[in-house]
């Protein structure tokens, strides 16, 4: 903490909690709002007054999202945890082996070949669905979990990071360890990883969490109800179910829920993640 | 033998970096050349993969049609509003989390968490408080006498309600990115002005402002980027692009062209027009920044 911008004076000191304090009903109203709503019955739930907390919870109201024959909440839930693992799991390995070729090999055109990705992330995703829309359909994988997971199995951006981050292991050892006969496969896994744990961790999370709120490529690629994942059921749900904002609000939660307790036990990886790579986009 | 290393260790390279050259090639690079090859169409066959009427037809026809001047309008007013207004917000709460006192790390915890969350969910919670009969969000103004507005259901308030989301939503990002760069301000900036006893407006304008001015360019130029690319909100919010296609985006509009409409080349043609303006923006924005720090 920079203890030079401290302030002093107890007046001081009481009104920026009270205006930290108003931020931050702000900031969780919503998510209040939505866990009270999802346990408060239809008529709690339309009701004129303000109710703040429904009498009696309705825990049922999940039950009945979860076993829903229309939208069946419980295969949406699968689906997502299937595509966000599948995803991360692919996008650290070509992250990690993309990163050492560039970080440690050194093969004619490197740079050039570097600079070429880096030029991509200029061009917005949106711009390229369409055409991946075409390849994913011409591949037979429309309305399929690989078809969603496939296009983001590797990133340039990520791979950007963990170079950056291999870059700054001592040359020394890998030359040490080379004289004494490791091979490169070996001293990545054994030596590198290992090292950059934490840098792995918070891309991981990072993918995760991308993965698990992708909305428009999971929405185009997929039309059976089987194969739609969270962010995709909920909003079909939504327009399905008129007034019953109660189960509306259920449905929020469970897609809300897992990024809640991930954020919770990984928030230092995950704040530290975005203050040294500005990650999002 | 030093050719032959060479060779050895490039091809050694090829094989670590394959799995990631094969998807970045056929998911992004590729995508970039077909479809700016595809909105030169006037018709396209995805699945003979041919065109006809080569030519600026479907640009003419995107330039000219009505509801991408509304998609174009609104995005730009999304992004003039969120863009200053969650920056300034973003910067204060960043401050006050900065300035010491005890609990910020309670604070931080409650103002970074909307970072996490999905904007369709979170898009859900919102479209419930901002209910014109039950939204606990015309209620609460209710108190203050402030007669209900339709949120979401009245063509000229749907703008609106989609600002306030998509500020709110911003906040969170902003401030981790604040905070960790009034954390990386050197101290003794500070002290050296207490000495010259300087006021805290003073100190504000003069030693974080300008020290914050690299981040402050980077804040503009994500952001921007992001409001111009506002889609998950937008259906979060509404289920679709509000009422009466009040509340469209580009982003929208060129989704709605290619799997709604199914005007492939049309859509190409408008994703080719969204990447030229944001990149227009951000070389101005980087340009502009630049010649603040030269001066």
Redesign the interface.
């Known amino acids: 903490?920079?203890?030079?911008?401290?302030?002093e004076s107890r007046w001081a000191?009481a009104l920026?909690?009270i205006?930290?304090t108003l931020?931050?009903i702000?900031?969780?109203?919503?998510?209040f709002?939505?866990i009270s709503?999802s346990l408060k019955t239809i008529r709690e739930?339309?009701?004129?007054?303000?109710i703040w907390w429904p009498e009696e919870e309705q825990w049922d109201n999940y039950t009945t999202v979860l076993t829903m024959k229309t939208n069946p909440f419980g295969i949406y839930f699968k689906n997502s945890i299937i595509v966000a693992v599948a995803n991360t799991v692919f996008t650290l390995?070509?992250?990690i082996?993309?990163a050492?070729?560039?970080s440690r090999?050194?093969?004619?055109g490197?740079d050039k070949l570097f600079s070429v990705?880096l030029a991509?992330m200029?061009?917005?995703s949106?711009?390229?669905?369409?055409?991946?829309?075409?390849?994913i359909?011409r591949m037979n994988l429309y309305d399929s979990l690989w078809a969603q997971i496939?296009?983001?199995?590797?990133s340039?951006f990520y791979?950007y990071l963990l170079r950056q981050f291999f870059n700054q292991i001592p040359d020394q050892i890998y030359l040490a360890a080379k004289v004494d006969g490791c091979s490169?496969w070996k001293y990545l896994w054994k030596m590198m990883v290992p090292n950059a744990k934490s840098s792995l961790v918070t891309i991981g999370l990072f993918n995760f969490?991308a993965s698990?709120?992708a909305?428009?490529w999971p929405l185009?690629v997929t039309g059976k109800v089987e194969k739609r994942v969270?962010?995709i059921g909920?909003?079909y749900f939504?327009?399905d179910s008129g007034t019953d904002?109660h189960l509306?609000?259920a449905?929020?939660?469970i897609?809300?829920l897992p990024?809640?307790v991930?954020?919770?036990v990984f928030?230092k990886y995950?704040?530290q993640g975005?203050?040294r790579g500005?990650l999002?986009? | 033998m030093v050719g032959q290393n060479q060779k050895k260790t490039f091809l050694k390279a090829m094989l670590y970096l394959l799995p990631a050259l094969v998807i970045i090639a056929v998911f992004v690079v590729w995508p970039m050349f077909h479809t700016l090859r595809m909105s030169f169409f006037e018709k396209f066959n995805i699945f003979t993969k041919t065109g006809e009427g080569f030519g600026l037809s479907s640009y003419i026809w995107v330039l000219e049609d009505p509801t991408f001047h509304k998609a174009l309008i609104n995005t730009f007013i999304y992004a003039v509003v969120t863009v200053p207004v969650s920056i300034i917000i973003s910067l204060a709460i960043a401050i006050l989390l900065n300035s010491g006192i005890r609990g910020s790390k309670f604070f931080q915890t409650a103002y970074f968490l909307p970072y996490v969350t999905n904007a369709i969910a979170i898009g859900l919670a919102f479209r419930f408080i901002f209910h014109s009969e039950f939204g606990v969000f015309n209620k609460f103004l209710g108190f203050f006498g402030i007669d209900a507005v339709r949120w979401l259901t009245d063509p000229d308030w749907a703008m609106v309600t989609l600002c306030i989301f998509g500020t709110w939503s911003a906040l969170a990002f902003k401030i981790v990115i604040f905070l960790s760069g009034l954390q990386g301000i050197d101290p003794q900036l500070y002290q050296a002005a207490r000495i010259d006893e300087a006021g805290k407006w003073k100190m504000f304008t003069k030693i974080t402002l300008p020290q914050l001015g690299p981040i402050m360019a980077y804040q503009f130029v994500i952001a921007t980027i992001n409001a111009f690319k506002a889609y998950n909100e937008v259906v979060g919010l509404f289920g679709d692009d509000g009422p009466l296609h009040s509340a469209i985006t580009m982003v929208y509009y060129m989704y709605d062209k290619f799997y709604n409409a199914n005007r492939y080349t049309i859509a190409a043609a408008s994703g080719v027009i969204m990447f030229i303006i944001i990149m227009l923006f951000t070389f101005i924005q980087l340009g502009m920044s630049n010649r603040k720090a030269d001066q």
Request: aromatic share 14%; charged share 10%; glycine share 6%.
């Open positions: 903490m920079n203890d030079s911008m401290k302030i000191k920026v909690i205006l930290l931020g931050a702000t900031m969780l109203f919503p998510f709002w939505m709503g739930i339309t009701s004129p007054e303000i390995l070509t992250t082996l993309g050492f070729a560039f090999l050194e093969f004619k490197r990705l991509t200029m061009v917005p949106q711009m390229y669905i369409i055409t991946n829309f075409i390849t359909t496939l296009p983001y199995t590797a340039v791979i490169d969490i698990w709120n909305y428009l185009m969270l962010s909920l909003k939504a327009s904002y509306m609000m449905g929020a939660t897609v809300i990024l809640i991930i954020y919770l928030q995950i704040i975005i203050a500005g999002k986009g």
